[in-house]
């Protein structure tokens, strides 16, 4: 059974800063992409960010510059680093990875991590 257990979130000014780490567990043989998403109130989830098994990024448009993601494989660990923040991307923050197990590859996602920008 593969877990994902997130943390970094919290209560944050506008252009303040916060890292979200998500540590990956259980019996995963290879994760080829690791990624955050985010579901702000009546809006559907959207990718914010994602990381490729070669190292390849991709972010929304709407937080280039300002966030950057990372990834420690060995360690089975995705980082999102949120810099600049603000009210608009307040949302509940998940954690994405596709991995391969003894029964094939899948998605997985973690439970969620609150991010609210709020002076």
């Known amino acids: 059974q593969v ?4 943390s970094g979130g919290g209560l944050v000014q506008p252009g303040g800063s916060l890292r979200l780490s998500c540590v990956a567990s259980g019996s995963i043989s290879v994760i080829y992409a690791m990624g955050w998403y985010r579901q702000a109130p009546g ?5 914010v960010a994602s990381i490729s098994i070669g190292g390849i990024t991709n972010y929304v448009d709407s937080v280039k510059g300002r966030f950057t993601i990372s990834r420690d494989s060995a360690e089975k660990t995705v980082y ?13 923050y998940y954690c994405n990875i596709r991995a391969h197990t003894v029964r094939g590859t899948s998605d997985f996602w973690g439970q969620g991590t609150q991010v609210t920008v709020s002076s």
Not at 3 to 6: F, P, S
Not at 80 to 92: G, H
């Open 3 to 6: 877990q994902l257990v997130e």
């Open 43 to 47: 809006k559907q989830r959207e990718l």
């Open 80 to 92: 999102l680093q949120m810099a600049s923040l603000k009210p608009e991307d307040t949302a509940v």
